[in-house]
């Protein structure tokens, strides 16, 4: 046994081993083998030749903790795919640092497919179900808990879960790769030296405690119940978007959320979870998964950078993996269900328009802005949406969009807004979608307000039903071209 050697297995010691009664070994056939000598007299407890064998390559060493105890935590990232087990290395190590945990504290390695251990090691055990809070905590932040690309498993576990330890080798591989510590900084690159081991620090345990004293409650006040799924929406071969079923619980408000979107990073350790949540209110506002990267890449370079330390193309595959996950997972904000009312003035501007098309859309985007608007008026819909509560050809919404603000009913806050690529370069033929607001006098709900509800029935007669509630059919006469009223009575008849 060289020298060096003897100084890595004391580290491994002082890293890893508590419970030396029970251990596992992956032998070079790659089956699991697991030892324990309160179960059989002939095995003889872990001890620094297994361990040697474990750097030599000849049986991977695999550990437990102790019945109440462990020295470390291992985030045991199961990913196949390259990329995405990357991706959420990085999501988990962001959301480490975001609860307080520094980064020099934070350890990666190889788990020796295409899967990598995230370790904390402790300065001295803690009890396992703090560990496990730990991880719990942790994997709430980073939303990783449910994820359908694979999974991140908590380890050690005492008696039941081990796992193997960095520098050996995976024989459960047919490459036999050696489970190397990587370079974070360096895109997870292995670091290629056993000897590396011997700069690990262990993290002082009074941070862990301080950790999960701040997020008890904090963790407990955003586990509010989900009201149920709002339905329905106007339609008249207006259709209820998708967005509309989708609900906020009361910790993540719009008006927060703007806050965020307007104010922008005021303090290091937000920007994952800033990220995360506005492309959130971005699917929430209807805006396509392309729509919503280009929105979060613009604001990001809006930020101060005195309040991230992350690199810019780091920021921009953290943007990447937080829109793919959201929508992939269809994961939105949710809002209390609320019922909608239109006034008669309203109406009156509305039906005013000239043609049926022009009318039908401002309807719908008036509603669309009584759900989705900021306090200053302002709301996004874009010309996909309009067409999928219309019916209309998308085509005839971008042609009326124009005549609806030429008329004065809707003003075009923001139009033909410039997408930059990841090198701050303008994209030339795509645009942001645009930002409205409503024009129509409003005033406010009365007795004689049109309700739009949310109880599940179906309300394809809506923009109708409104005009009827409004307006008698002399007055629709009266008001109407002839063939706009005739179709409307068929509707009726």
Aim: aromatic residues 12%; glycine residues 4%.
């Amino acid at each position: 046994m060289v020298n060096n050697d003897k100084e890595i297995i004391k580290k491994i010691n002082e890293l890893f081993i508590m419970a030396r009664y029970q251990y596992l070994i992956l032998g070079e056939g790659g089956n699991y083998q697991t030892f324990n000598s309160y179960k059989n007299e002939k095995v003889f407890p872990l001890n620094d030749y297994v361990i040697q064998r474990h750097l030599d390559g000849k049986g991977t060493l695999g550990v437990f903790s102790s019945t109440n105890h462990t020295k470390f935590i291992c985030f045991d990232v199961d990913v196949k795919e390259k990329n995405e087990a990357k991706w959420t290395v990085y999501r988990l190590v962001d959301s480490l640092r975001e609860i307080g945990i520094p980064e020099d504290d934070i350890y990666i390695s190889l788990s020796g497919n295409k899967g990598y251990h995230v370790d904390l090691y402790f300065n001295e055990p803690i009890k396992n179900e703090w560990a496990y809070e730990l991880y719990l905590l942790t994997m709430k932040k980073s939303e990783l808990k449910n994820i359908d690309y694979g999974e991140v498993e908590y380890r050690p576990n005492a008696m039941k879960q081990g796992v193997k330890l960095p520098l050996g080798i995976n024989f459960k591989n047919e490459r036999k790769p050696r489970c190397w510590y990587v370079d974070y900084e360096k895109g997870l690159k292995p670091i290629r030296n056993k000897q590396y081991i011997l700069k690990v620090k262990q993290i002082d345990v009074s941070i862990i405690y301080n950790v999960l004293e701040r997020e008890r409650d904090a963790f407990e006040e955003k586990e509010v119940k989900e009201v149920e799924e709002a339905r329905g929406f106007i339609e008249s071969k207006y259709k209820p978007l998708k967005i509309y079923n989708q609900n906020i619980g009361e910790q993540e408000t719009f008006e927060a959320i703007e806050k965020l979107l307007h104010t922008g990073l005021t303090i290091t350790g937000m920007r994952h979870n800033s990220l995360f949540k506005l492309a959130k209110y971005f699917r929430h506002q209807g805006l396509t998964e392309e729509e919503s990267y280009k929105e979060l890449v613009a604001w990001m370079s809006e930020q101060d950078t005195r309040c991230y330390t992350t690199k810019w193309e780091d920021c921009i595959k953290d943007i990447q993996s937080c829109v793919k996950y959201i929508y992939e997972n269809e994961v939105s904000l949710t809002i209390e269900d609320k019922d909608l009312f239109v006034t008669f003035e309203e109406m009156r501007q509305i039906i005013k328009l000239k043609s049926k098309n022009e009318k039908l859309l401002a309807y719908c985007l008036l509603i669309h802005s009584k759900r989705y608007a900021r306090k200053n008026g302002h709301f996004y819909m874009v010309y996909r949406q309009m067409s999928e509560a219309s019916g209309l050809v998308e085509k005839t919404t971008r042609n009326l969009i124009n005549i609806l603000e030429q008329n004065g009913v809707i003003e075009i806050i923001e139009r033909n807004r410039h997408v930059r690529d990841e090198n701050g370069k303008v994209r030339k033929k795509e645009k942001k979608p645009n930002i409205y607001k409503m024009n129509i006098e409003c005033e406010k709900e009365a007795d004689s307000s049109y309700k739009v509800a949310y109880n599940g029935l179906n309300y394809s007669d809506s923009f109708t039903s409104c005009i009827l509630y409004f307006f008698e059919r002399k007055t629709l006469q009266r008001m109407l071209p002839r063939r706009q009223y005739e179709s409307l009575v068929k509707l009726i008849s």
